[in-house]
């Protein structure tokens, strides 16, 4: 069976640094980006490793803001 | 590609006033998710509290009241008895409905009023600065309760859904949470189920979320999830304390 991947989009700007989305992701890979900084003045959340998200929605669950879309995407074959 | 999660158009694009990782945002989102789902947010009249949620007129995607501190219920009340085809919902945090609003929100429940209230309970008063409320637990610190609250002085906390449950008109009160995923989702079906009971006009319903309040607990969004589900839901039990089945 294909493993549902997704992609994750932050609306960078609308984020306020609160860190929750980090600590719900059950592949572990939403973090600050430290190297840079929104317009409100926070690290905005962000994710590297994108080609291990599964699209659970739980960072976008949790964030008080509406910063993130999840979107999935179809596996290649 | 298929967009799995997105901003509800329940909710305008204003970006929030609230302090990082407030869980207001999150019941907000929560409750325009649950008016676009039912297909009812180009009839839905809301009515604004005062508190840190003063602003939720700018937010929601519906037409909007601001009520006197504590007075959303009583405004609600005026609104759904002239437009009773329209939905109405109040929206207040806990030093509006459970301090200087409890006669009106106990009366609009004891009359059976077809509207439905989100009461958002972060132990606190937010928006004056760390004041304490009828709701912040025991020992809890608080600005105007530095050695933190005192049974001897101020009682016991105030547990709204428990005593609104006494009453007969109240037909919907749950309480939930929001400090993880899965209590987001469950929160989100007892909001759905308290505006359907509203649209089946069988009476009042009330959802009390258990909420943070970061920069007044003083310790960050993260350790505040933590503190509420140590703390506050130990105290302030969750489920749900009447549904119309059980009233009739």
Redesign the interface.
């Known amino acids: 069976m294909a493993k549902r991947r997704g992609i994750v989009k932050f609306t960078e700007n609308r984020c306020k640094g609160c860190e929750l989305c980090t600590t719900v992701c059950p592949v572990n890979i939403v973090k600050m980006n430290k190297c840079k900084i929104n317009v409100k003045g926070y690290h905005p959340a962000t994710v590297d490793e994108m080609e291990k998200c599964i699209a659970c929605t739980n960072c976008a669950t949790i964030c008080p803001d509406a910063v993130i879309v999840v979107e999935t995407i179809d596996e290649e074959k | 590609?298929?967009?799995?999660?997105?901003?509800?158009e329940g909710?305008t694009d204003k970006?929030?006033h609230?302090?990082?990782?407030?869980?207001?945002?999150?019941i907000h989102?929560l409750v325009g998710e649950v008016l676009v789902e039912l297909g009812v947010l180009g009839k839905t009249i809301g009515v604004a509290p005062v508190g840190c949620s003063v602003l939720a007129y700018d937010y929601f995607n519906c037409d909007m009241h601001e009520a006197a501190h504590g007075r959303a219920p009583a405004v609600a009340t005026g609104i759904k008895r002239v437009l009773p085809d329209n939905v109405v919902f109040t929206y207040q945090g806990d030093g509006d409905l459970a301090s200087i609003g409890t006669a009106e929100i106990i009366h609009a429940a004891h009359r059976g009023e077809k509207i439905t209230t989100i009461f958002v309970n972060n132990a606190i008063y937010g928006m004056t600065g760390g004041q304490m409320a009828p709701t912040t637990l025991i020992g809890q610190k608080a600005t105007t309760a530095p050695l933190g609250r005192q049974v001897a002085t101020t009682g016991m906390p105030l547990k709204m859904s428990e005593m609104l449950a006494t009453i007969d008109g109240a037909v919907f009160v749950e309480r939930c949470t929001?400090h993880?995923?899965a209590g987001?989702?469950k929160t989100k079906k007892a909001i759905k189920k308290a505006f359907e009971v509203q649209l089946e006009g069988k009476g009042f319903g009330i959802v009390e979320v258990l909420s943070t309040c970061?920069t007044n607990w003083g310790i960050?969004?993260?350790e505040s999830?933590k503190w509420l589900e140590e703390n506050m839901i130990p105290y302030y039990p969750l489920g749900n304390f009447r549904t119309p089945e059980e009233g009739k």
């Open positions: 590609m298929a967009v799995v999660f997105d901003k509800t909710l970006q929030f609230y302090c990082p990782g407030c869980t207001h945002g999150i989102r929001v993880n995923v987001i989702r970061p960050t969004p993260v999830l």
